[in-house]
């Protein structure tokens, strides 16, 4: 069963930072693609970036790219995302997830397993 746990949110003002992290257990995450998604009040769930396990490969949605950064700990099996000068717009839930096909999608349909969910808020 796989599980992934994220935590790290919280409020910030604007121009600040935040670093994420998304615990993964229960399988080997090797052949994985992860990804971070968000999803503010009334909106869709949006994709923010995605890292292939093997090998570390990124991609970033636009309005984060430079701004965000994703990255893996093989040896924790932990996914972070270190988020700075952050934004009002920023704010939602941000959720990890996992894709077992190794895809490198952006769409959440291409995620087979999801975490829980970690709020950050950024004030003006």
């Known amino acids: 069963q796989v599980q992934l746990v994220e935590s790290g949110g919280g409020l910030v003002q604007a121009g600040g930072s935040l670093r994420l992290s998304c615990a993964a257990s229960g399988r080997t995450f090797s052949s994985y693609a992860m990804g971070w998604f968000r999803q503010a009040p009334g909106k869709e769930r949006e994709f923010v970036a995605t890292?292939?396990?093997?090998?570390?490969?990124?991609y970033y949605a636009d309005s984060v790219k430079g701004r965000f950064t994703i990255s893996r700990d093989s040896a924790k099996n932990t996914v972070y995302l270190q988020m700075n000068s952050l934004k009002p717009e920023d704010t939602a839930v941000y959720y990890c997830?996992?894709?077992?096909?190794?895809?490198?999608?952006?769409?959440?349909?291409?995620?087979?397993?999801w975490g829980q969910g970690t709020q950050v808020t950024v004030s003006s």
């Open positions: 890292i292939r396990w093997s090998g570390g490969s990124t």
């Open positions: 997830a996992a894709d077992r096909t190794v895809g490198f999608g952006t769409i959440p349909q291409r995620y087979d397993y």
